[in-house]
């Protein structure tokens, strides 16, 4: 593997594991925030259905639950509809200052979405109404009114109407009240509304001082109600028919429609009321005793409200301190999770440097084969340079022994031709003298010692050829290495022939006899020889 490839190999693999690793984080965060939006959704809708079945501390605390969910990735959307819940929740169990303040920073978040805020301040202006705080929820009805017809935004003004003219009637302002109901007295009406309706505009009556028109209008109403479904109009039917018959001096038929009212209420406010409203009323008639006990219902009455207040309150600390548990659940399951996190982030960084520190040993590792890989070319290339050097010495040297060994055969030849030519004269014969000049030219035809000479240069040379020719090949005499040192040496057949002084076919016959003993063909016998070595 080249240096770039492993680069690129690691290059990848670094990139592939910190996108796998990111898309891995980016997935397991998708699943957690999808599965906290599933529990909040799951929170919310459960405490909707506690509100409906009048659940209202179960409500709460699913509420605050939720809370505590979106809290950890707020969106103004979701804050604005689990802050609003969890005012109608207090607001349900009597907390009215709890109330008031999750829907004030309900409506903090809906500052930029004119519909959410118009929900909140209706709601606001409901809480004051129920808190008698009727300056409060005029304010608030009329802002809530004001932003609907200013933004043209769809909503239930028929409703909100209805309700602003209820808290002018409570302020005793006649005017404005029957100015609000006039405003929509032609506009289309669900019955609920309709019925609503009259009754805000009898009590307008009622408070003019128009007892008999209003009478009339109520008196026509009671047929119309249903006292099963239409409880809370019926409730606000009788009440007004009360109060319009007690100022009628009617005292015996407003005693006979409030009781109807006690009958049917279940609200300890509403019973309250009623209570005092008609011990009040048989005082009016003089009977005490009856006034007394009724009286006494009120005191009873009161001390309900206040234990359904502190039962609020109680219910409220006891839903806190298991939100408070609940908050530390989260807590630690959130830090569970940057622990994992933690720990992941450290693995991945973990396997990068250990990456990177196998690509550092494997480039150490490739660098150093590179570099004893030139090393072992160079000293390749000073082998061969030296071998070819060492050949040339030798070739040299091959060439002056054959040069000295041809030289000795000329100067020979010329001996054997100058003896030759002296013997044919009849008086060299006979000189003395000369014949031993004779004797000392013969000598030097004797070659056994400059032959023993010629093979100690040879080896000098050649070292180890002579020693490996005999071991090969034992069965080889003197002479016969000798033909083959002269076949070594590049000479030709002819050239041996008068080395030796043979003849040209003693030579050859020689040779073939020397590639027998050898066990390989005459013509292969050059070749082998060269190869010896």
Same mark, same amino acid.
């Given at each position: 593997?080249?240096?770039?490839?492993?680069?690129?190999?690691?290059?990848?693999? =670094?990139?592939?594991?910190? =996108?796998?690793?990111?898309? %891995?984080?980016?997935?397991?965060?998708?699943?957690?925030?999808?599965?906290?939006?599933?529990?909040?959704?799951?929170?919310?809708?459960?405490?909707?259905?506690?509100?409906?079945?009048?659940?209202?501390?179960?409500?709460?605390?699913? %509420?605050?639950?939720?809370?505590?969910?979106?809290?950890?990735?707020?969106?103004?959307?979701?804050?604005?509809?689990?802050?609003?819940?969890?005012?109608?929740?207090?607001?349900?169990?009597?907390?009215?200052?709890?109330?008031?303040?999750?829907?004030?920073?309900?409506?903090?978040?809906? #500052?930029?979405?004119?519909?959410?805020?118009?929900?909140?301040?209706?709601?606001?202006?409901?809480?004051?109404?129920? @808190?008698?705080?009727?300056?409060?929820?005029?304010?608030?009805?009329?802002?809530?009114?004001?932003?609907?017809?200013?933004?043209?935004?769809?909503?239930?003004?028929?409703?909100?109407?209805?309700?602003?003219?209820?808290?002018?009637?409570?302020?005793?302002?006649?005017?404005?009240?029957?100015?609000?109901?006039?405003?929509?007295?032609?506009?289309?009406?669900?019955?609920?509304?309709?019925?609503?309706?009259?009754?805000?505009?009898?009590?307008?009556?009622?408070?003019?001082?128009?007892?008999?028109?209003?009478? &009339?209008?109520? !008196?026509?109403?009671?047929?119309?109600?249903?006292?099963?479904?239409?409880?809370?109009?019926?409730?606000?039917?009788?009440?007004?028919?009360?109060?319009?018959?007690?100022?009628?001096?009617?005292?015996?038929?407003?005693?006979?429609?409030?009781?109807?009212?006690?009958?049917?209420?279940?609200?300890? !406010?509403?019973?309250?009321?009623?209570?005092?409203?008609?011990?009040?009323?048989?005082?009016?008639?003089?009977?005490?005793?009856?006034?007394?006990?009724?009286?006494?219902?009120?005191?009873?009455?009161?001390?309900?409200? =206040?234990?359904?207040?502190?039962?609020?309150?109680?219910?409220?600390?006891?839903?806190?301190? #298991?939100?408070?548990?609940?908050? &530390?659940?989260?807590?630690?399951?959130?830090? #569970?999770?940057?622990?994992?996190?933690?720990?992941?982030?450290?693995?991945?960084?973990? =396997?990068?440097?250990? %990456?990177?520190?196998?690509?550092?040993?494997?480039?150490?590792?490739?660098?150093?084969?590179?570099?004893?890989?030139?090393?072992?070319?160079?000293?390749?290339?000073?082998?061969?340079?030296?071998?070819?050097?060492?050949?040339?010495?030798?070739?040299?040297?091959?060439?002056?022994?054959?040069?000295?060994?041809?030289?000795?055969?000329?100067?020979?030849?010329?001996?054997?031709?100058?003896?030759?030519?002296?013997?044919?004269?009849? @008086?060299?014969? #006979?000189?003395?003298?000369?014949?031993?000049?004779? &004797?000392?030219? &013969?000598?030097?035809?004797?070659?056994?010692?400059?032959?023993?000479?010629?093979?100690?240069?040879?080896?000098?040379?050649?070292?180890? %050829?002579?020693?490996?020719?005999?071991?090969?090949?034992?069965?080889?005499?003197?002479?016969?290495?000798?033909?083959?040192?002269?076949?070594?040496?590049?000479?030709?057949?002819?050239?041996?022939?008068?080395?030796?002084?043979?003849?040209?076919?003693?030579?050859?016959?020689?040779?073939?006899?020397?590639?027998?003993?050898?066990?390989?063909?005459?013509?292969?016998?050059?070749?082998?020889?060269?190869?010896?070595?």
């Amino acid at each position: 593997m080249t240096m770039s490839t492993l680069s690129k190999y690691l290059l990848f693999l =670094s990139v592939f594991i910190i =996108s796998a690793a990111t898309a %891995f984080a980016q997935d397991q965060e998708t699943k957690v925030l999808d599965k906290e939006d599933k529990e909040y959704e799951n929170l919310k809708d459960k405490g909707k259905k506690s509100i409906d079945n009048g659940n209202y501390p179960d409500a709460l605390e699913y %509420f605050i639950k939720a809370e505590a969910i979106v809290e950890k990735n707020p969106t103004p959307e979701k804050l604005f509809s689990i802050k609003n819940c969890i005012g109608i929740a207090y607001r349900y169990l009597s907390n009215s200052g709890e109330a008031l303040n999750n829907y004030k920073q309900a409506l903090e978040f809906a #500052k930029d979405n004119p519909e959410l805020e118009i929900k909140v301040l209706n709601n606001i202006g409901v809480l004051y109404a129920l @808190e008698k705080d009727y300056p409060n929820a005029l304010h608030y009805y009329k802002k809530t009114l004001s932003l609907v017809e200013d933004k043209n935004i769809k909503y239930d003004k028929v409703t909100l109407t209805i309700n602003l003219s209820d808290i002018y009637n409570r302020l005793n302002n006649v005017t404005e009240a029957k100015k609000c109901l006039m405003s929509i007295k032609n506009s289309p009406k669900t019955r609920p509304q309709s019925l609503v309706w009259q009754i805000n505009y009898a009590e307008s009556l009622m408070l003019e001082g128009q007892l008999t028109e209003a009478q &009339k209008m109520m !008196e026509q109403l009671i047929p119309n109600i249903n006292n099963k479904n239409d409880t809370d109009v019926y409730m606000g039917t009788v009440d007004l028919l009360a109060k319009i018959y007690a100022k009628q001096n009617k005292t015996d038929l407003a005693i006979v429609y409030a009781k109807k009212g006690l009958n049917k209420s279940q609200s300890i !406010e509403y019973r309250f009321n009623l209570y005092n409203q008609l011990s009040t009323l048989y005082l009016k008639n003089k009977d005490y005793d009856t006034a007394f006990k009724y009286k006494d219902s009120v005191i009873i009455a009161r001390d309900s409200m =206040s234990g359904v207040i502190n039962k609020g309150l109680y219910q409220t600390n006891k839903i806190k301190l #298991k939100f408070q548990e609940y908050q &530390k659940e989260l807590s630690i399951n959130q830090e #569970k999770h940057k622990a994992e996190r933690i720990i992941f982030i450290i693995c991945i960084i973990s =396997s990068l440097l250990i %990456f990177f520190s196998v690509y550092r040993v494997l480039k150490n590792r490739i660098t150093k084969q590179k570099q004893e890989k030139i090393i072992t070319e160079n000293q390749q290339k000073i082998f061969t340079l030296e071998m070819e050097n060492l050949k040339n010495n030798i070739a040299e040297k091959n060439r002056k022994l054959s040069a000295k060994a041809l030289y000795l055969t000329g100067r020979n030849e010329l001996i054997a031709e100058v003896m030759n030519s002296l013997s044919e004269i009849p @008086e060299v014969a #006979k000189n003395n003298e000369i014949a031993n000049y004779m &004797k000392t030219l &013969k000598s030097y035809l004797k070659t056994d010692a400059e032959w023993d000479d010629f093979i100690a240069y040879f080896e000098k040379v050649n070292p180890d %050829f002579i020693k490996t020719l005999q071991e090969r090949h034992p069965l080889l005499t003197a002479q016969d290495l000798r033909f083959i040192c002269y076949i070594y040496m590049n000479l030709d057949l002819k050239e041996i022939s008068t080395i030796l002084n043979i003849t040209l076919e003693a030579c050859k016959k020689r040779k073939q006899r020397i590639a027998k003993k050898m066990e390989i063909e005459p013509d292969d016998l050059h070749e082998y020889i060269i190869k010896l070595t």
